[in-house]
């Protein structure tokens, strides 16, 4: 599986943003598509999931303000975020599990993407 994430920018503290991620290489209905972060100097934080048939799990820090949702058609996960904070800095990256189950740390996801870097000015 190869996974292709981008959309990532700066924006205003309140903004919003959007990010996506591609997949190609393997059926991508089939996978359990995550989101995770990593701002400098921190280890990787797991950030909202989405399973095969839609289920969806998020971190406390971003419940009610990040929405996870998938395009089958398109083979991309998506990450709508709104309310930023600058504590919402980081990289963001896209992972995939062929496990249909809701994996919140980094060593449980197979595939990573590359990564798209967020930054949220006060």
């Known amino acids: 599986v190869q996974l292709q994430a981008s959309g990532g920018g700066l924006v205003q503290a309140g903004g919003s943003l959007r990010i996506s991620c591609e997949a190609s290489?393997?059926?991508?209905?089939?996978?359990?598509m995550a989101w995770f972060r990593q701002a400098p100097g921190k280890e990787r934080e797991f950030v909202a999931t989405?399973?095969?048939?839609?289920?969806?799990y998020y971190a406390d820090s971003v419940k009610g303000r990040f929405t996870i949702s998938r395009d089958n058609a398109k083979n991309t996960v998506f990450l709508q975020m709104h309310s930023l904070k600058p504590e919402d800095t980081a990289v963001y990256y896209c992972?995939?599990?062929?496990?249909?189950?809701?994996?919140?740390?980094?060593?449980?996801?197979?595939?990573w993407g590359q990564g798209t870097q967020v930054t949220v000015s006060s």
């Open positions: 989405i399973l095969r048939y839609g289920s969806t």
């Open positions: 992972g995939a599990n062929v496990d249909n189950y809701p994996y919140m740390r980094p060593s449980e996801y197979n595939y």
């Open positions: 290489g393997r059926t991508f209905s089939s996978l359990t």
